[in-house]
């Protein structure tokens, strides 16, 4: 649901990030990849991690987009032999999902794959976490770290009138004048998807 709202191609709204303390719409990623071709992009839990690093795949041009969740890397094998059937890595732009989810003791993983990073130069890498993300992560070159920030109250507005129509979409923002959680793409998408389901309802207005 938040891949078809929140990040569709038209970008009719900009979702907010912050680019080594710069503060960016995350629809300019294509040309900061293009001058930093290593980045590491930090949010929480349902802020459109996974959903941008798809909308960079169907957009990729230049390179071969590789999008890999690495919680499918399994133990004991190496990072190479994981990779192996994608092709050449100076021809790739290598999409990796999840440096959280690389188990308990991630360290000695985390070591192989910089190395391997470091290496094999891929043409473009982009890696996601939740924040703070790892500490001495050193895959080459210079690493950007690209935080996504929540929706602001008139981008949540803008998705609902969108997705609602005008009318709608005011009686929705009624119910979530500052909501927390409707500044989060995939928590807005369910609120939305319960709107639509349940008119008339009260929407449940915590994360839990």
Same mark, same amino acid.
Request: glycine letters at 8%; proline letters at 9%.
């Given at each position: 649901?938040?891949?078809?709202? /929140?990040?569709? @191609?038209?970008?009719?709204? @900009?979702?907010?990030? @912050?680019?080594? %303390? *710069?503060?960016?719409?995350?629809?300019?990623?294509?040309?900061?990849?293009?001058?930093?071709? =290593?980045?590491?992009?930090?949010? @929480?839990?349902?802020?459109?991690?996974?959903?941008?690093?798809?909308?960079?795949?169907?957009?990729?041009?230049?390179?071969?987009?590789?999008?890999?969740?690495?919680?499918?890397?399994?133990?004991?094998?190496?990072?190479?032999?994981?990779?192996?059937?994608?092709?050449?890595?100076?021809?790739?732009?290598?999409?990796?999902?999840?440096?959280?989810?690389? %188990?308990?003791?991630?360290?000695?993983?985390?070591?192989?794959? /910089?190395?391997?990073?470091?290496?094999?130069?891929?043409?473009?890498?982009?890696?996601?976490?939740?924040?703070? %993300?790892?500490?001495?992560?050193?895959?080459?070159?210079?690493?950007?770290?690209?935080?996504?920030?929540?929706?602001?109250?008139?981008?949540?507005?803008?998705?609902?009138?969108?997705?609602? %129509?005008?009318?709608?979409?005011?009686?929705?923002?009624?119910?979530?004048?500052?909501? =927390?959680?409707? =500044?989060?793409?995939?928590?807005?998408? /369910?609120?939305?998807?319960?709107?639509?389901?349940?008119?008339? *309802?009260?929407?449940?207005?915590?994360?839990?």
């Amino acid at each position: 649901m938040a891949d078809q709202l /929140a990040f569709c @191609d038209d970008w009719t709204f @900009d979702v907010p990030i @912050d680019v080594d %303390g *710069e503060s960016r719409a995350l629809h300019d990623l294509e040309r900061i990849l293009a001058v930093r071709p =290593r980045l590491l992009l930090l949010g @929480d839990p349902g802020s459109g991690k996974s959903t941008t690093l798809r909308w960079l795949a169907r957009r990729a041009e230049a390179y071969r987009p590789v999008l890999i969740p690495l919680s499918r890397w399994e133990k004991g094998q190496s990072f190479a032999g994981f990779l192996a059937p994608q092709g050449p890595p100076e021809e790739l732009m290598l999409l990796l999902d999840g440096l959280d989810d690389l %188990g308990a003791h991630p360290e000695p993983r985390l070591k192989e794959l /910089a190395e391997w990073l470091s290496e094999a130069n891929p043409a473009q890498v982009v890696l996601t976490a939740r924040p703070p %993300g790892p500490d001495h992560f050193d895959i080459g070159g210079d690493l950007t770290r690209a935080t996504l920030r929540e929706l602001t109250t008139s981008q949540v507005h803008a998705i609902a009138e969108r997705r609602l %129509g005008t009318e709608a979409a005011a009686g929705f923002a009624a119910q979530v004048p500052r909501s =927390r959680p409707a =500044r989060n793409p995939y928590l807005l998408t /369910a609120l939305l998807y319960l709107f639509e389901q349940h008119p008339g *309802e009260r929407l449940p207005l915590s994360a839990g």
